[in-house]
């Protein structure tokens, strides 16, 4: 493995921690009066800020002709994944919920076999159904689940923005400034989700209420800067040198760093179970990163 994929590697998993932490700032301004929305409003909003005064000055802004594709990463990526995934939590249990848009692995490695055409390793495909296995085991997929149709199809959905952010975030690494594109991606966000949730409308007597964590701002800024902001570059940045396919199945690290979280400063209970689940899903997690670093050929060679 060369020092470039090392450092890939390291920086998708470093986006997937911090991803997995932004449960705790979010659950404590819930508890405040915050809804979903306006806690995902809050987040795209500053994050844009952020990007727009400490990256923009040195990357600038996507280039007009990428501009539908800064749309679709909007859309798809930044709102939509995780705002289909608060739809789907509010119908269906949390678990179920979050196993379902972690298909996300398995909707990648589909577009790559069947749109790319390319040949993935059959132990890819083992490893993610492994990994899979143990976000079952994470979540307690297997407690009492009855159906409901809003809810799956939010869930689904969710997969669906999930996998758009690594698929677009790897064309944009590799054909473009995937810095440009995140900052422009956040920028678009932010304006069409205030449209919907605007600022004065936020409940700001709630921002000085204390939590575990501090006051309900101060979780709100660690929720912008470190689980959305420096999340999304790290993960942006490693697919320059990291496959879709295997930043995907990184990804699911999250819900794992999720559920440790809650048990360590919430004082939720983790099973053995849950515990047996986290091995499961690194094990599964390891062999897609050992099938990536083949070489992988697509079906069809490109005409010379």
Same mark, same amino acid.
């Given at each position: ?13 470093? &986006?997937?921690?911090?991803f997995?932490? #932004?449960?705790?700032?979010?659950k404590v301004?819930?508890?405040?009066g915050?809804t979903?929305?306006q806690?995902?409003?809050? =987040?795209?909003v500053l994050?844009?800020?952020? /990007?727009l ?7 600038g802004?996507p280039?007009?002709? #990428?501009?539908r594709?800064?749309l ?8 939509? #994944?995780p +705002?289909l995934?608060?739809?789907?939590? $509010? ?14 692995p398995?909707?990648v ?6 749109? =790319?055409?390319?040949r993935?390793?059959?132990s890819?495909?083992?490893? %993610?159904?492994?990994?899979l ?5 994470i979540a307690q997929l ?9 809810? %799956? /199809?939010?869930g ?10 690594? !698929?677009?975030g790897e064309?944009?690494?590799?054909d473009?400034d995937? +810095?440009a594109?995140t900052?422009?991606g ?5 304006v069409?989700? $205030?449209?919907? $949730?605007?600022?004065?409308?936020l409940?700001w ?14 979780g ?7 689980s959305?902001?420096f999340?999304?570059?790290?993960g942006v940045?490693? !697919?320059r040198? /990291?496959?879709s396919?295997?930043? &995907?199945?990184?990804g699911?690290v999250?819900?794992l760093v999720? %559920? ?6 919430l004082?939720q209970?983790?099973?053995?179970g849950?515990?047996?689940g ?5 094990a599964?997690?390891a062999?897609?990163q050992?099938?990536a ?10 005409? !010379?």
């Amino acid at each position: 493995m060369t020092t470039a994929r090392v450092r890939a590697t390291l920086a998708s998993l470093l &986006s997937a921690i911090t991803f997995g932490f #932004s449960g705790l700032p979010a659950k404590v301004a819930y508890d405040a009066g915050f809804t979903p929305l306006q806690v995902t409003a809050v =987040r795209i909003v500053l994050t844009a800020l952020v /990007l727009l005064a400490f990256v923009a000055p040195f990357t600038g802004l996507p280039r007009p002709a #990428s501009w539908r594709l800064v749309l679709g990463y909007a859309l798809l990526g930044v709102i939509g #994944s995780p +705002l289909l995934y608060f739809v789907a939590v $509010s119908r269906i249990p949390v678990g179920v919920a979050m196993v379902l848009e972690f298909l996300a692995p398995v909707l990648v490695a589909l577009w790559i076999r069947f749109v =790319r055409r390319t040949r993935l390793p059959a132990s890819m495909w083992v490893g %993610t159904v492994l990994a899979l296995v143990g976000l079952a085991m994470i979540a307690q997929l297997f407690d009492g689940v009855r159906f409901d149709l809003v809810g %799956t /199809l939010a869930g689904l959905g969710a997969a669906v923005g999930t996998a758009a952010y690594y !698929l677009i975030g790897e064309h944009a690494a590799k054909d473009g400034d995937p +810095l440009a594109l995140t900052t422009g991606g956040m920028v678009v966000g932010a304006v069409l989700i $205030s449209l919907v $949730s605007p600022p004065w409308a936020l409940p700001w007597h709630a921002m000085t209420t204390p939590t575990v964590i501090g006051p309900v701002w101060l979780g709100l800024v660690l929720l912008a800067l470190v689980s959305t902001a420096f999340a999304y570059v790290a993960g942006v940045v490693a !697919l320059r040198h /990291l496959p879709s396919a295997a930043a &995907s199945v990184l990804g699911l690290v999250e819900p794992l760093v999720a %559920t440790l979280a809650a048990w360590w400063v919430l004082g939720q209970v983790l099973t053995w179970g849950q515990v047996v689940g986290a091995v499961v899903l690194l094990a599964g997690a390891a062999i897609v990163q050992v099938a990536a670093g083949r070489r992988i050929e697509p079906d069809t060679p490109p005409a !010379l």
